[in-house]
């Protein structure tokens, strides 16, 4: 099951969406930002499909 969330990015700060796997109870994983494509990691967290917390962060290089 999969699920779009909306969040603003940690470093163009734009809202930016991502497809996210509801089916993991939690999982941290990196993804580019769709707008400047800087990597950010992301830990979304589910209980019974629904989405209960997400963190995403900018990641420091």
Known sequence: ???EHF???PYCWEEVSMILDAS???QTYIEDCEVCCNPIEVTPTF???ELIAF???NIEQ
């Open 47 to 49: 209980d019974a499909g």
């Open 1 to 3: 099951m999969e699920q």
């Open 24 to 26: 993991v109870h939690q």
């Open 55 to 57: 963190n995403s962060q």
């Open 7 to 9: 969040f603003q990015c």
